[in-house]
């Protein structure tokens, strides 16, 4: 069972946690327990493959009346199966220690693909299950938009609404794979805001319980629990790809925006996974001032960078870190997100930044370091990564180098870490061109990527002076009743 982060909202099926958004009391939702795994089922888990480590995990969380085993394991199956590489994941082993656990097989070329394609399988499957329509409502930085599309293009039993940032704020290539699909159930909006602003009107929406209701609302960005119970395998995969004998602790290096994949992580600790997180982020460095401050907040405009799909300062899971290192406080975590829902900031009590502090660090890559990063992992090793996984990269050769070791204060321990790091890419270098040439690589192609720009476009601009919350809202009515209409 689920409950909110907050307490208002408590004792919660899973279908009913995958067909939501925010609870009604603002908050997101959480299981009310976590399973422990114990080590010594660990090793035996060691040798499984990532498919068969999501369906040992997955069902941890998700009572058998609810869905059944069978019906899971066939629902991952389906979604997978559009994976180029059977795999899934793969982990490439580079000079100078550098471990890379590539995340970016699925139909758009992002680790979100992974969460993305089940949660389409999930959804379809309990809305057919209940005969009903559900309107599913995202806010993307660049990824997210165009994995939920693929996962769901064509689905019968719901819609999708997609906000995303316009002026040049996605690649060429993130936002041709969210404004070319034909389907009748996709509809995007392109903003005239950053991905922070476009989460305003989805946030009010959400927030009104009965226009949740009456139009049967959910939400597929990471504040969906489902995106996260999903990702826990990404960790448990990466640290038996790098620690088979589980015997050691494994440092995992999380390329980070709205917190999905750092939710996971933590949710994977507690379960009982040996590992420390460091996130990487680029200039809006939101995470660095948490963790390193202890303060949440946002501070000035949020800057365009190349890693596009970590412009964000406000990041739904920041609120399941909360509760995670507060020990289930939900009291204090209520009182924690409204202070900063009123102010845009708040100073974490000392016990919770301690316990967070000692799971995880934070590591800063501007644009320039960003393009250090791929010049040197594509001059050392001719592999070129994406501008979001160079700021993972960027930690690895920071933390190395002797030069800098003796600069910074760095340990001898800390430099021997390395040898037990992996670095998360999370994304193709594929739909990063701009970045790459910026890097002085040479163009990458592929022919899927370039047809793009032949087909037709279909999206709906959200003007600076528009009413955004009324626009989202009447199109969300409109899909209403054309289903009533149907039916």
């Not at 600790?269 to 460091?278: A, F, T, Y």
């Not at 204090?332 to 016990?351: A, G, I, Q, Y």
Request: glycine share 6%.
């Amino acid at each position: 069972m689920y409950q909110s982060t907050r307490g208002g909202v408590t004792n919660v099926s899973f279908e009913d946690v995958l067909l939501s958004g925010y609870c009604s009391d603002g908050g997101i939702f959480v299981p009310r327990s976590i399973p422990q795994i114990p080590r010594e089922t660990l090793k035996t888990w060691s040798t499984l493959s990532f498919k068969e480590l999501v369906k040992k995990i997955v069902p941890m969380f998700i009572l058998e009346d609810d869905i059944p085993n069978k019906s899971l394991s066939d629902l991952f199956d389906s979604g997978f199966s559009r994976f180029s590489n059977a795999n899934i994941v793969e982990l490439k082993e580079l000079s100078n220690g550098l471990k890379i656990m590539e995340l970016f097989y699925g139909p758009t070329l992002a680790f979100k693909d992974i969460s993305m394609v089940c949660l389409g399988q999930l959804l379809e499957f309990c809305l057919s299950r209940r005969n009903r329509h559900a309107t599913i409502v995202v806010g993307t930085s660049g990824d997210t938009g165009g994995s939920a599309i693929e996962a769901m293009r064509g689905l019968d039993h719901l819609d999708l609404v997609v906000l995303l940032p316009g002026g040049g704020r996605c690649t060429e290539v993130q936002e041709l794979q969210m404004i070319t699909a034909a389907e009748g159930n996709i509809h995007c909006f392109r903003v005239d805001g950053n991905s922070d602003e476009l989460d305003s009107p989805i946030r009010r929406c959400f927030l009104d319980s009965e226009f949740v209701a009456k139009h049967n609302l959910a939400s597929i960005n990471s504040l969906n629990w489902s995106r996260v119970m999903i990702q826990i395998a990404n960790f448990f995969a990466a640290y038996f790809k790098v620690c088979p004998s589980c015997d050691e602790e494994v440092e995992i290096v999380v390329p980070t925006g709205a917190c999905g994949n750092v939710a996971s992580a933590c949710f994977a600790r507690k379960m009982g996974l040996p590992i420390k997180m460091v996130c990487s982020v680029n200039r809006n460095d939101f995470m660095t001032r948490l963790i390193d401050r202890g303060i949440y907040s946002v501070e000035g405009a949020l800057d365009r960078s190349l890693a596009p799909a970590m412009d964000i300062q406000m990041a739904y899971n920041v609120e399941r870190l909360f509760w995670i290192f507060s020990d289930g406080d939900s009291e204090l975590v209520r009182s924690l997100m409204e202070r900063f829902e009123r102010t845009l900031r708040v100073d974490l009590p000392p016990e919770v930044h301690r316990k967070m502090r000692e799971v995880i660090s934070a590591h800063r890559a501007d644009d320039d370091a960003i393009l250090a990063a791929m010049r040197r992992c594509w001059e050392e090793n001719g592999y070129v990564v994406c501008p979001h996984t160079a700021t993972a990269v960027h930690y690895h050769y920071y933390t190395s180098d002797d030069s800098n070791s003796s600069n910074s204060g760095i340990s001898v321990d800390e430099r021997k870490r390395g040898r037990m790091r992996v670095c998360f890419a999370t994304a193709s270098p594929l739909k990063f061109q701009e970045a790459v040439t910026s890097a002085g690589i040479p163009v990458l192609t592929d022919a899927h990527l370039d047809a793009l720009k032949l087909k037709p476009k279909k999206c709906e601009e959200m003007k600076r002076d528009d009413d955004w919350n009324e626009m989202l809202r009447s199109r969300i009515i409109q899909i209403t009743g054309r289903e009533t209409r149907r039916h």
